[in-house]
């Protein structure tokens, strides 16, 4: 079946640092692939996706490139604010049609220090 | 547009008691679903709907039920709660559902079963 692996953290980060948080899939086909943020006490959002292999997704700094011939969709941001603490999510959504959702890693708890 | 709105925001039950977690969107998607997170588990889909009168079941389905009546409401009934679903409920909805669709949360519900 489908998974979805990415690094748990916490990932402590300072101010203006370099991100990257690490995310590899396991999927038939040619599934589509997102990042959603997760701020204190919210629920998630929509960060950015990728609809097909070398397409890149961005979005308020953040980047991530769909990877098919790794299987990975890692996010990168070039310089981080405490703004972007936060759990992040990686995840896919099947191939082939059907409409039974999202499969999500466990998440990143990102903490940016000032 | 509030989005999709869910209530209670917090709930505390006891073993045994049946409860309904509301879930509400006005953007007149197709596509509604409820997920549950756990602490190091991600998020995990329980229910889904690709449109009023259709349901079916996602990965742990047990111990919940759900109905669509309209295209706005997506209900979450616990039959008999346990305290292995204490946890953090989100309703999400997107236009229909496929694997390039951008889903929508809700800010979620808080469940603690005793």
């Known amino acids: 079946g489908n998974s979805v692996t990415q690094m748990e953290g916490p990932v402590t980060l300072s101010e203006e640092a370099f991100l990257t948080i690490n995310c590899t899939y396991t999927?038939?086909?040619?599934?589509?692939l997102f990042w959603y943020v997760q701020y204190p006490g919210e629920g998630l959002q929509l960060l950015l996706k990728?609809?097909?292999?070398?397409d890149k997704g961005s979005n308020k700094g953040f980047e991530a490139t769909y990877r098919k011939e790794t299987t990975s969709f890692h996010l990168e941001k070039g310089s981080v604010q405490v703004s972007d603490s936060a759990v992040y999510f990686c995840a896919l959504g099947k191939s082939g049609g059907g409409a039974d959702g999202l499969t999500f890693g466990k998440g990143t708890h990102l903490i940016i220090q000032p | 547009n509030a989005g999709v709105t869910q209530t209670p925001k917090f709930q505390v039950l006891k073993t045994g008691q049946s409860m309904t977690l509301q879930c509400a969107q006005d953007?007149?998607?197709?596509?509604m679903s409820w997920y549950r997170q756990d602490p190091g588990m991600g998020l995990r889909l329980i229910h889904y709907s690709v449109g009023a009168g259709i349901t079916d079941q996602g990965e742990v389905p047990n111990g919940y039920n759900v109905s669509r009546s309209t295209t706005e409401d997506f209900p979450l009934r616990l039959l008999s709660a346990a305290p292995s679903q204490t946890s953090v409920y989100f309703c999400?909805?997107?236009?229909?559902?496929?694997?390039?669709?951008?889903?929508?949360f809700g800010p979620g519900t808080r469940l603690t079963v005793l």
């Open positions: 999400a909805s997107s236009l229909a559902g496929g694997i390039t669709d951008t889903q929508y």
């Open positions: 990728a609809t097909k292999a070398d």
């Open positions: 999927a038939t086909g040619y599934p589509s």
């Open positions: 953007m007149n998607h197709e596509y």
